[in-house]
């Protein structure tokens, strides 16, 4: 089992770029896939990015391509999300998420554990 914490979310300008942090607790963290998923008010929770156990492999939705990076750190048990050029459609509340899914996996229903979510609000 592991828990999860999100942090980093915040208010920025539009073209702005916040960091998001995902902590893991437990000695498993190696073992996990991990995905950042964004849910905004009145829509379905999106899938955002996804990053294998090893980090080797990455995978974006095609809206953030080219301007959000995730990454991992297994000695630290932390997942990142780098977001740049930050749009108003950015605007949501930002969970990680860990899976035993190979390589990565872009389905909710495939996570099984969740972090509590960070709120990310981009002005324009």
């Known amino acids: 089992q592991v828990q999860l914490v999100e942090s980093g979310g915040g208010l920025v300008q539009a073209g702005g770029s916040l960091r998001l942090s995902c902590a893991a607790s437990?000695?498993?963290?190696?073992?996990?896939?991990m995905g950042w998923f964004r849910q905004a008010p009145g829509k379905e929770r999106e899938f955002v990015a996804a990053?294998?156990?090893?980090?080797?492999?990455?995978y974006y939705v095609d809206s953030v391509k080219g301007r959000f990076t995730i990454s991992r750190d297994n000695a630290k048990n932390t997942v990142y999300l780098q977001m740049n050029s930050l749009k108003p459609e950015d605007t949501a509340v930002y969970y990680c998420?860990?899976?035993?899914?190979?390589?990565?996996?872009?389905?909710?229903?495939?996570?099984?554990?969740w972090g509590q979510g960070t709120q990310v609000t981009v002005s324009s």
């Open positions: 437990g000695r498993t963290f190696g073992s996990y896939s």
């Open positions: 998420a860990a899976t035993y899914s190979r390589p990565y996996s872009d389905q909710y229903y495939e996570y099984a554990y």
């Open positions: 990053i294998s156990w090893s980090g080797g492999s990455t």
